[in-house]
């Protein structure tokens, strides 16, 4: 089973931009969809966005919330995964957390409950 470690989180703000990362290790990381999720203060932890494992295509899916200011990419010949966080916005603000499944269905990209693995969590403050 995968291990996760996510970092890069920082105060910026608005419209500046950000890189976390995601650090993978264990076995078969390239068959593992990792996914992005973000929790604001008093809110519950809402999807950002994932890159699917080798079953999946490899696609990408995104919250319509950031589509087209994040990108997330994957680097399997190092299990990284990244999200490039452009343009913030203090509705951006949250602890961001990657999460793993090499088991996940499609219908569940986008749900908590899908992953199994977590990491630990890296705080994004967006504030003028």
């Known amino acids: 089973q995968l291990q996760l470690a996510d970092s890069g989180g920082g105060l910026v703000r608005p419209g500046d931009s950000l890189r976390l990362s995601c650090v993978a290790s264990?076995?078969?990381?390239?068959?593992?969809?990792v996914a992005w999720f973000r929790q604001a203060p008093g809110k519950e932890r809402e999807f950002v966005c994932a890159?699917?494992?080798?079953?999946?295509?490899?696609?990408?899916y995104y919250a319509d919330s950031v589509k087209g200011r994040f990108l997330i990419s994957r680097d399997n010949a190092k299990n990284t995964v990244n999200l490039q966080m452009n343009n913030l916005e203090a509705g951006d603000t949250a602890v961001y957390y990657c999460a793993g499944s090499q088991t996940i269905i499609l219908s569940n990209i986008r749900n908590v409950r899908g992953y199994a693995t977590w990491g630990q969590g890296t705080q994004v403050l967006v504030s003028s």
């Open positions: 890159a699917g494992g080798r079953s999946k295509g490899n696609r990408l």
């Open positions: 264990g076995r078969a990381f390239s068959d593992h969809t």
